[in-house]
């Protein structure tokens, strides 16, 4: 599905470096392109099916570059509501456009979540060491 | 980890070009300058250079060394003419495998009569083990990987890129044939430079003192610019190793490992006399191997790793050693241990992939080789 990429300063992050977009009862989640960086020459990401339970601080599916295999940990608790086909057939996706075509699941969350236990872009970009 | 990591010459020079600096074997190593892949693919195509002053270069002398590394390795080396290179396993008494390491017979006229290239990570490993072994033979060593570089140069265009910058003692470096080494002027110093390498591609290996390395590298880039040079990191020298099918001490080599189970056979001469290891191979060759080195090749993209398990008919029957996902076969493959019952290519198996039961299939090794070889 075609998606226009979000605009980083506007989403929340985690500490495992992935990426969170609120709208509605809904969680759009990705991973940030400082973990694509690291990662480099990814080769494969697997994500649930739809329906599945996902757990806040839980891993939801994981990511393979030809050096590593990481767990991809939720930023909130909820039901996935659609999984992208699309990086799960090509995951260069994700390296392509972490923000926009390279999203991951969507999640949705119950009335009254919000995202403020995330980072700030600021507060991320000072994680990472890249200023603010 | 509390020990300082050693570096090399051109540490700083990978850290001023952007290189992922990670500790493997007691050094601080470059892993990768950009992707993977891309070092893979330019290694492959046109030339990949390698800081490899890692690994360990031991120099020896002496009327005995000859005999002391026949003695001590399961290859044919004591019969060496000079400027020849040999494959070899140091094996321990029990037929496991202490190292794998490449012996030279250094051309005549230098201070020493033969090199012994080990692995970075069994360096003070083997330098105890000549000790222990030396039995009042006169041989001397000294162990010089401090002292020099060793930078590989490997691809389809790297004989034509260091052909411009190193003069042979005698010949032309495109003469120079495989595991074969010669003396060289290079970049105002001697240096040695030998037609081998760990990717599967034609190319070189150069030692040179420490202090070259810099002005080496540099050279090399640049005279490599027309034929496209990359700097190379360890993921990639992996990469291309696995592909190529050899053998990684740690992973398909080990002390509880023997070069007959490795299938690494072609290394081991039975007929040369004695060696440390020789009766426990030959014992174990006359009652069976009871697993064997294969390559395997695995559906879909998730990559078996070391420990990973593999399953044929209901049960776990051995383990992998290596895996990646091979840049050059667009494929993941791996290497392992497996009873001989199930080595012969074709033969159907699972591996358990963190959970996932993959199927795959054992295939020859190597996974790639490179045209008109």
């Not at chain 2, 080396?77 to 495998?97: C, D, E, K």
């Amino acid at each position: 599905m075609s998606q226009a990429a979000y605009d980083p300063r506007q989403l929340r992050f985690s500490e495992s470096h992935e990426w969170a977009h609120l709208e509605g009862d809904i969680v759009t989640v990705g991973i940030t392109d400082f973990a694509v960086d690291q990662l480099t020459d990814l080769v494969h990401v697997e994500l649930p099916a739809v329906g599945t339970e996902v757990v806040q601080g839980e891993p939801f599916g994981e990511i393979e570059s030809v050096k590593t295999v990481s767990d991809l940990i939720a930023p909130v608790s909820g039901t996935v509501a659609e999984v992208n086909q699309a990086v799960q057939q090509d995951v260069t996706i994700i390296s392509q456009d972490p923000y926009g075509q390279g999203w991951m699941i969507k999640v949705r969350v119950p009335e009254g979540t919000t995202l403020d236990h995330l980072m700030t872009y600021d507060e991320y970009q000072q994680q990472i060491g890249g200023g603010a | 980890m509390s020990e300082a990591l050693l570096r090399t010459p051109l540490n700083a020079w990978h850290r001023e070009h952007g290189a992922r600096m990670v500790a493997f074997a007691g050094w601080e190593m470059p892993i990768q300058y950009r992707s993977i892949v891309e070092e893979h693919q330019a290694t492959r195509q046109a030339v990949g250079l390698f800081d490899i002053s890692h690994m360990a270069r031991i120099f020896l002398s002496g009327p005995d060394t000859a005999a002391f590394l026949d003695y001590l390795v399961t290859n044919s080396v004591g019969n060496l003419s000079p400027g020849r290179i040999r494959y070899a396993l140091v094996t321990n008494p029990q037929g496991g495998t202490k190292d794998d390491v490449l012996v030279y017979r250094l051309p005549d006229g230098g201070d020493h009569s033969h090199l012994v290239v080990a692995n970075a990570a069994n360096r003070q490993k083997i330098l105890e083990w000549l000790e222990r072994n030396r039995a009042g033979r006169r041989v001397a060593w000294v162990d010089r990987t401090l002292q020099t570089a060793m930078i590989a140069v490997q691809g389809p265009r790297a004989i034509e890129l260091v052909a411009r910058i190193v003069a042979l003692s005698s010949g032309s470096l495109a003469e120079l044939r495989y595991y074969r080494a010669a003396t060289c002027r290079v970049v105002g110093t001697e240096g040695l430079v030998s037609r081998t390498g760990y990717t599967g591609e034609d190319g070189v290996e150069l030692i040179v003192p420490a202090e070259k390395a810099v002005e080496l590298w540099r050279t090399l880039l640049e005279g490599g610019t027309a034929v496209g040079a990359s700097p190379c990191g360890l993921g990639a020298r992996d990469t291309l190793r696995l592909e190529a099918g050899l053998p990684l001490y740690g992973h398909e080599l080990a002390e509880d490992i023997s070069p007959l189970e490795a299938r690494l056979e072609f290394a081991v001469k039975f007929d040369k006399g004695e060696f440390v290891g020789r009766d426990a191979l030959l014992a174990q060759q006359r009652q069976g191997l009871t697993r064997v080195r294969v390559g395997l090749e695995l559906e879909g993209r998730r990559i078996a790793r070391e420990g990973a398990e593999i399953q044929a008919d209901g049960r776990t029957i051995g383990k992998v050693t290596s895996g990646t996902f091979a840049p050059t076969l667009q494929k993941v493959i791996a290497m392992g241990f497996v009873p001989p019952a199930y080595a012969e290519p074709g033969t159907a198996v699972t591996v358990l992939v963190r959970g996932h039961a993959v199927p795959a299939r054992v295939v020859a090794l190597p996974f790639y080789r490179r045209a008109g070889r």
